[in-house]
């Protein structure tokens, strides 16, 4: 694995690449510490480290600064980080599904970048009321629940998080943090097509592991104020089983076997070999825990904003983060994946092109009957997934609740944050071993240079899946040994 990364800089176009990517991740870091002007950071500093980071009650506002690599706590440019964009993206995908104008223009020449047009501008759009409301947010915390505490924060400095507010300071942020945002899309463009990995979920992964030092720190210091060295290791066990399981939903895929049936054209006969069409058990993969955190949030900001009364304040900070939360979180995303399958997953059209092609699934007939049986499984596959995803989004309350883990640090537990860091990784990998093979340079599992190696490329690739997740597996558990010993001998030490 490591003469990989070793060769995946003897590549001049693959190091060029990797090399545009950092260079540009650099410059995200970077914006993400400028602070927007007429915002006292440091009151906003003491909210996030002594208030969300600590406890269950900021986890909306904490997740989205998660999101932003902390970007939020210093009410920096790319506060809003890519989410509207991504938000955007998800629309226009949505609406090209249930729209037909939409998508007889998307399978149109040249229609495809009309659509993506489209998305810029509803990101702009959603940059100018998202920004809006966190300005106002700020002047006014109390109007928004997840905000509140940062009353006590204030009294207790003796300093206002706003100096001068108005609609200069208001116009002023608005302005600030669209530009930040519309900056994040372009640079995410250009590492997409210019670098390496998808260059949004780069943004994103770099963000939350830009948190992930903080909550070591807060781990730690659960540890020296109480709890045993044996928890921690038990916890990086367990975070080692989260991972593994994540890496095996996600690469997890049921192949339908296909047979081609043989044809004779001249003095050759083509087809008569078999395949496999692959279904993945987590097709919508991290789309449903987006949508139901999405949809929650917005109840919450706008009954804080409507209303100042004590029960509709009990019933936003529910949504925001209590049991309510969780409940609907669950529930949507139940819905949401299969909205997702029967969406994107059309079995008609799949079973029209195998029949096209002379291919058929062994037992069940051609056409109509094909059709119903990929969707019959696709219906069992997808109650798998989103079963898992569901659990996945629970598990940082369960880890937070259980074993009294501050909530930055169980955030890395589960989640969305989890889910994408993972699939990026993945992702990301695989890029980077297809310029590998393509070089005759062996990928992630084997070293040293080999030439002519087309069928051991071929088979590479046919075992990305598990070889993925057994790189993943021997890292995390060496990761999880050298760790613990530390903390161990540390910990008698003293």
């Known amino acids: 694995m490591f003469s990989a990364f070793t060769n995946s800089f003897k590549i001049p176009e693959l190091r060029q690449r990797i090399l545009f990517t950092l260079a540009l991740l650099v410059v995200v870091r970077v914006g993400a510490a400028i602070p927007c ?76 970048q009309k659509v993506t047009q489209y998305s810029r501008v509803l990101t702009l759009i959603l940059c100018l009321v998202q920004g809006y409301l966190l300005a106002l947010g700020f002047e006014k915390p109390e109007s928004i629940p997840f905000l509140s505490g940062i009353g006590s924060v ?24 669209t530009t930040g945002t519309m900056i994040l899309m372009w640079l995410g463009e250009q590492i997409t097509e210019k670098g390496i990995g998808n260059g949004v979920s780069l943004i994103i992964t770099v963000g939350i592991l830009a948190r992930f030092p903080a909550a070591l720190v807060n781990g730690w210091q659960k540890l020296i104020s109480g709890g045993s060295p044996l928890l921690v290791i038990l916890l990086l066990l367990f975070l080692l089983v989260v991972i593994a399981g994540t890496i095996a939903m996600t690469q997890a895929v049921r192949k339908i076997i296909v047979q081609y049936a043989k044809q004779v054209r001249g003095n ?47 019933i936003a900070q529910s949504l925001a983060s209590g049991w309510l939360h969780y409940t609907f979180t669950v529930l949507m995303i139940l819905f949401f994946s299969y909205f997702w399958v029967a969406t994107q997953f059309n079995p008609v059209q799949i079973a029209d092109d195998l029949k096209k092609h002379g291919g058929f ?6 056409g109509q ?10 219906t069992r596959l997808t109650l798998a997934g989103a079963t898992f995803l569901a659990v996945l989004a629970v598990l940082p309350m369960i880890i937070q609740y259980w074993l009294r883990v501050p909530a930055l640090t169980a955030q890395f537990f589960g989640g969305t944050s989890l889910l994408i860091m993972v699939g990026v990784v993945l992702d990301t990998m695989r890029q980077t071993e297809t310029y590998l093979l393509q070089r005759h340079y062996d990928g992630f599992l084997k070293r040293g240079k080999v030439k002519g190696r087309s069928a051991t490329a071929s088979s590479s690739q046919g075992n990305g899946a598990s070889s993925d997740a057994v790189i993943w597996l021997w890292t995390g558990i060496a990761v999880v040994v050298v760790a613990g010993i530390a903390i161990f001998l540390s910990h008698h030490a003293r």
Do not use: H
């Open 268 to 314: 050759k006969v083509y087809g008569g070999q078999s395949s496999f069409l692959p279904l993945k058990v987590n097709y919508a993969g991290v789309m449903p825990i987006i949508f139901a955190q999405a949809i929650l949030l917005f109840p919450a900001v706008l009954m804080g904003f409507v209303s100042k009364s004590q029960w509709v304040a009990s």
């Open 361 to 366: 699934i062994p037992g069940v007939r051609p």
């Open 154 to 177: 204030v009294a207790q400095l003796g300093m206002p998080l706003v100096a001068d507010p108005g609609w200069g300071f208001r116009i002023m942020t608005v302005i600030s943090l």
């Open 37 to 112: 002007p007429g915002v006292n950071t440091q009151v906003l500093g003491e909210f996030f480290s002594k208030i969300v980071d600590q406890q269950s009650q900021g986890s909306v506002i904490g997740m989205f600064n998660l999101f932003s690599g902390g970007a939020l706590e210093n009410c920096a440019l790319f506060s809003l980080g890519v989410m509207p964009y991504i938000s955007a993206s998800i629309m226009m995908q949505l609406m090209t599904a249930v729209i037909p104008s939409l998508a007889k223009l998307a399978r149109e020449e040249g229609g495809r």
């Open 369 to 378: 009957p094909t059709a119903d049986f990929l969707d019959f499984t696709m």
